[in-house]
């Protein structure tokens, strides 16, 4: 299996948001966020008259990838505090660097006529619920092959509002 893309990047997650917002600017942003908590990160822009919003899961600093490693004879050891945290924040330096590819990558597509916005970023489009279109439809596309049937896309309106 391939290593993990950016696994060895150093490039700190606070220049990498700052690198998506310059982004999402040159291509026509209208407003940017950028937020994070302990576990997951964040980033929304507004560009050809939709919201748009990323939300990615970070990795938990307690996992084992972080606190234990193999040693030579293939003995699991426990790392130090110190160690842990080092390989926690190289995973979240790395997750950062992947969604600053997969943004750029879009906008590149869109720029130069392989896609357009809405094809791109679907999934990502926010509805005026708040709700992402990819909440709407993800689910629809496992409906439907495990069915063998295209469920509908709104509910009946005759009534019973099924």
């Known amino acids: 299996m391939a290593g993990k893309f950016a696994a060895t990047t150093d490039v700190p997650v606070s220049k990498m948001r700052f690198e998506i917002e310059a982004l999402v600017e040159k291509y026509g942003a209208g407003q940017f966020m950028s937020a994070y908590d302990a576990d997951r990160g964040f980033i929304g822009f507004t560009m050809k008259d939709r919201q748009v919003r990323f939300a990615m899961t970070l990795p938990n600093p307690g996992d084992k990838e972080f606190t234990h490693?193999?040693?030579?004879?293939?003995?699991?050891?426990?790392?130090?505090?110190?160690?842990?945290?080092?390989?926690w924040e190289q995973a979240c330096r790395s997750r950062w660097r992947a969604l600053l590819l997969v943004i750029k990558a879009k906008l590149e597509a869109v720029e130069v006529g392989i896609s357009t916005f809405d094809t791109e970023f679907m999934a990502n489009i926010v509805m005026p619920d708040g709700s992402l279109i990819g909440?709407?439809?993800?689910?629809?596309?496992a409906q439907a092959y495990k069915t063998g049937t295209m469920p509908p896309l709104l509910p009946d309106q005759r009534g019973g509002g099924k």
């Open 69 to 87: 490693f193999q040693d030579r004879y293939g003995y699991e050891k426990r790392r130090t505090d110190e160690s842990a945290r080092k390989q």
């Open 135 to 141: 909440d709407h439809v993800v689910p629809r596309i």
